[in-house]
């Protein structure tokens, strides 16, 4: 495996990040759903590539002065390589460019490593929406980060805006 750089997602993009959906998730997100966060004003997508090919993705809706994770997704290849994490700083970053302070997101009760990853990051837990997720029936944690600008620090330097490992293709730099 080369080298993985980080990118903000685009058209061509939109199909393999939707089978990344279906590998990754139980209700995956269909490929019209995705290409329509592409124009939608709020959202933001970045996707992981190695060796040309996507293998992770993740987006945020980044509003006022919060960003909401709306999805996150790996590639089981390319898991615990750091993958993740990169993406989540880059979801940050970016929503510290567009003025928010804080991020939040919903992970499943059961889904313990990924819970353990946002801890990592500097999430903590603010509460449960019971039965959230239909598939399963199963209920969400509600995480957040009330200081991404504390964590993207912590993990990338006092640099907020320079993003190690960054394909320079990314026009949002």
């Known amino acids: ?8 997602m685009t058209v061509p993009d939109v199909k393999r990040v939707a089978e990344l959906e279906k590998i990754c998730f139980s209700s995956p997100w269909s490929y019209n759903s995705l290409l329509g966060e592409l124009s939608n004003d709020v959202a933001y997508y ?6 040309g090919e996507v293998c992770g993705y ?3 809706w980044i509003m006022f002065d919060e960003a ?9 290849g390319h898991r615990n390589r750091g993958v993740a994490t990169n993406m989540i700083l880059h979801l940050m970053r970016e929503g510290m ?4 302070e804080r991020m939040t997101l919903e992970v499943r009760e059961n889904n313990h490593t990924a819970q353990r ?4 990051l500097g999430f903590a837990y603010a509460g449960m929406r019971k039965r959230y997720y239909s598939d399963t029936g199963e209920n969400a ?23 190690i490992k960054e394909d320079s293709n990314d026009a949002q730099s």
């Open 141 to 163: 944690l509600i995480l957040w980060n009330d200081c991404i600008i504390d964590t993207y620090e912590k993990h990338c330097g006092s640099d907020r805006f320079t993003f």
């Open 68 to 76: 909401h994770m709306t999805n996150i997704g790996v590639e089981p």
């Open 1 to 8: 495996m080369s080298e993985i750089t980080y990118r903000r």
């Open 58 to 60: 993740a987006g945020a």
């Open 117 to 120: 990853l946002y801890a990592s």
């Open 46 to 51: 970045v996707v992981a590539v190695d060796d």
């Open 97 to 100: 460019k567009r003025g928010a």
